[in-house]
């Protein structure tokens, strides 16, 4: 199991909270990311911007995607491995909102690790809802698996 894997694995039961990433306190998804990013890879890179539950939605701004692009390494969705982070759009046309860990790709559908509202961190089936919704796949930085 990949040291990404082990550290997202950790934060499993983890409640829902907007903006939060403290493991057992609570987390959203991009939070789960950051706090396995602290595990994995160190102090993380630059801060996280306030942001309301409706930010895709409103400002429609590739924020989360662009990111992404800046720490993370982009990969074909088609090349994913357990360990990368999987961004995800909601709806066609919107930004992307949505991020995950990929957890496993055994078995009849991948899994991943993700916090969303309602919810605590929990380690889920990527259905086809899922993997119609699933906009790039990103491998952590050199040293980060």
């Known amino acids: 199991m990949s040291a990404v894997v082990e550290a997202a694995k950790g934060w499993l ?9 403290v493991k057992g306190e609570g987390a959203d998804c991009l939070g789960l990311v950051r706090g396995v990013w602290r595990q994995v890879v160190g102090e993380e890179p630059e801060e996280t911007p306030a942001y309301q539950p409706d930010w895709a939605e409103v400002g429609g701004e590739e924020t989360l995607l662009e990111a992404a692009g800046r720490w993370l390494v982009e990969k074909p969705v088609s090349e994913m491995a357990p360990g990368d982070v999987l961004l995800f759009r909601m709806a066609e046309g919107v930004a992307v909102k949505h991020c995950a860990i990929l957890s496993d ?14 919810r605590a961190v929990v ?12 906009a790039a796949a990103f491998a952590w930085p050199e040293g980060g698996r």
């Open 13 to 21: 039961g983890t409640p829902y909270r907007h903006q939060a990433s």
């Open 105 to 118: 790709i055994g078995g009849p559908e991948p899994r991943m690790i993700h916090a969303y509202w309602g």
């Open 123 to 134: 380690e889920s089936w990527m259905g086809p809802w899922w993997m119609r919704r699933l």
